[in-house]
């Protein structure tokens, strides 16, 4: 052989290296992620292009920033359960219930005779306690958590309903509202929420042993529970923690809209899945990222921002949602095989 | 052998981390029934889903019917004519018998299945079976095991089949079942139909089986061996037996009977699996579980860690009694086990080596539940050292080492937890010839230390060498027990046998 044409076929295996290499960036989470934020700033672009002044105002982008905190709080909780092997249908419903409860007139006259706490106090319970018994009924009565889940979705929006009478209930207890919806430094407090919510989840997620056993549950369920790590509690823990996040959406919902509903939340299971799955989280459970589900949810609300500024309709908006999460799981599946194969 | 319907040469099959076939030789002669026989993990389902299509060989030829030839998808290999009956049967139970037979090849005109004409095909090929009995319009799910296998034998044959794959068909079975799958195979044999025969039975094979080859570890160790004139203890020793000789290392002179007992397992049982075990292992000791796949062992040793349920008995550690079906109370009570199917159930391969070993000591690394990632590292990496993991570097995944660093890192969790007892379920399957030695030593070294080791091993030389005591089991029982010193391998093989086949 001549040393012409070795040349040529190293060359050429160089050049079919090449797409390999940026595969291989985009398996890493960090790398991932960095595809997420080009994603990000290419809409933004497309926003600055279309809508100009509009969509590149401090105001319009504290509107996304708003819009994205009460369903990023519910994705950063579905991230975790999602990790964890399970999946959690009834978060929406859960929003509602908890918007419901804490906004009673029981509640409001008991928080008025003393302090706006109580609401919060009500509605983080009512989150927790659904949680609970997904997690309880899903570890322990051996309930597929798709179906678990799917029944809460059912009953919550139904009890919602009952105890609202399918009215809307108005906020009208002093300070509340008003805690919810103050800035500081020139940020509204909902968004403060969002990324107080994300830090604790990132930091609980990564560097602490709860985060890593939801990993190990997650990534290999038979090989946790006999290096004797407590499967089932673990699972219980993630359902009332996906919970709790519900908990704080309905506060930051009914503050927003000074009204508790059993019509808040709807169809939120759909958009934290998504922005979970966009994230790089993947839905058979083991691995996913904080970030990631940030950036998801950032994604999808900027998307929305666009739309709405160019009056396009919400029916292509969510056409091309759809789209996007076909593509994404496209993606990650292209890479996780891959993965194996390497 | 120019005969040969199919020839298997140096077939080798790689999985990330290991070599699940590392040359293979099988041929396979029209009209025969050639029996694969090998322990769990030799390679056997290995090897059928690659001549049938499943995987592709990374090395080696495939020659069909005197041509060379690849299945590149399993529709490849039905063409050909192999079909293969897997071990849990693949039919749809709520399908009636018809529509099972010719799912995904259905009898249809212009697109209209033709429910009738397909109905007359089954029963023709249900009479052929010699099972006319069997309506085609009944529904799979109300069939017996045995029965359901029948149509599974009856799709198989409504392709043109030459060569017939049956992956231990004989487990569900009772006897006279099996008697009555025998005379169906002897029917298709007649009919110049080939069988590739897999079952752990040793008895059945003598009736059965024409030839036989065996794997071992991914290879073969015998090949187109007549049934008829090889001997059952030729075939277990090459099932079991090793062609290399393991220094293992040596036994330390001080009796350890003296010593406290650490584990002591009473009466122990689990409904249908095994009853009434005892086991006493004292700090330093290491017992052997000996017997054939099936036998009970792992079901033992994963109930004493409570991995499964027992029904009856006792488990003490130190005098504590442990909770029952309670891997958290075993692994609190200083027992830890590294599992037989280690990918499944000891590693989560994704992740990090250091995540892996400190997995089950996390308290100790933690601090109001927050980690100390550079202090897990720093152990990991001591530990990792001192067991020669390689290659080094406890950020990589798991996924990325060989079986026997894979085995190491599983130990390695147990090391960092002190454990008092140390359960080992097959420790050196899919281990390299040069990792064995290393992990002999190493459990040597810790039963030196003071903990109380339990081995389970198909390897009777493994259990021989390796522990102090040993215990055989048979069907559920522990038959034998003795200092491994007064045992040797026929004497094991004897037990193990008894009662099975005539000697």
Known sequence: ?342 | MTDALLQMNGIVKDFPGVRALGGVDLDVRAGEVHCLLGQNGAGKSTLIKVLSGFHQPDDGTLVWDGAEASFSTPAKAIEHGVTTIYQELDLVPDLDVTENVFLGHEVSRGGFSQRGRAREMVRALLKRLGHEEISPTRIVGDLSPANQQIVSMARALSHDTRLLVLDEPSAVLDQQEVDNLFRVIRGLTAEGVAVIYISHRLEEIRQIGDRITVLKDGRTVGTGLAVADTPTVDLIKLMTGRSIEYVFPPRPETAREHDEPVLEVRDLGLAGVFTGVDLTVHAGEIVGLAGLVGAGRSEIIETVYGGRRATSGTVTVDGKRLRRGSVTSAVHAGVGLAPEERKSQGLLLDEAVYRNITMSSMARFSRFGFLDRAEERRRAAELTASLDVRPDGVTRAVRTLSGGNQQKVVLARWLLRDCRVLLLDEPTRGVDVGARSEIYQLVRSLADRGVAVVVVSSEIDEVLGLADRVLVVREGEVVHESAATDLDEARVLDLVMEGKVPA
């Open chain 1, 1 to 342: 052989m001549s040393q012409d044409s070795v040349r040529v076929e190293r060359a050429a295996l160089e050049t079919t290296r090449e797409p390999n290499k940026g595969l291989a960036l985009l398996r890493t989470s960090m790398g991932r992620n960095l595809g997420l934020v080009i994603a990000l700033l290419l809409l933004c672009l497309v926003g600055v292009i279309t809508a100009g002044d509009r969509f590149a105002s401090t105001a319009n982008t504290l509107t996304i920033l708003k819009l994205a905190a009460t369903i990023g709080v519910v994705s950063i909780g579905m991230t975790f359960v999602i990790i964890g092997g399970g999946i959690d249908l009834s978060v929406g419903a859960i929003v509602a219930l908890s918007s419901v409860w804490c906004t009673t007139v029981a509640t409001q006259t008991m928080a008025n005779d003393t302090h706006w706490l109580v609401m919060v106090f009500v509605a983080l319970a009512v989150g927790a306690g659904c949680g609970l018994v997904n997690g309880l009924l899903i570890s322990y009565g051996r309930i597929v958590p798709f179906i678990m889940t799917l029944a809460m979705l059912a009953s919550a929006r139904g009890l919602a309903q009952i105890i609202s009478d399918r009215k809307t209930q108005i906020v009208d207890v002093e300070g509340f509202a008003d805690f919810f919806n103050r800035e500081i430094v020139g940020i509204p407090m909902q968004v403060w929420i969002f990324v107080l919510v994300s830090v604790v989840g990132w930091i609980l997620l990564n560097r602490t042993t709860f985060g890593r056993r939801t990993v190990a549950v997650g990534g290999n369920t038979e090989a946790a529970r006999l290096a004797g790590i407590p499967v089932k509690r673990q699972t219980v823990y993630l359902y009332v923690l996906v919970g709790v996040c519900c908990g704080i959406a309905a506060l930051m919902l009914v503050a927003r809209t000074t009204t508790g509903s059993a019509t808040h939340g709807n169809l939120y299971e759909l958009d934290a899945i998504a922005a979970v799955v966009i994230g790089g989280t993947l839905l058979s459970g083991g691995r996913g990222t904080i970030v990631g589900t940030v950036l998801g949810v950032l994604i999808f609300t900027t998307l929305n921002n666009v739309f709405i500024l160019n009056n396009r309709s919400i029916s292509e908006q969510e056409l091309l949602k759809g789209v996007i999460i076909v593509a994404a799981v496209l993606l990650q599946q292209r890479l996780a095989s891959r993965n194996s194969n390497a």
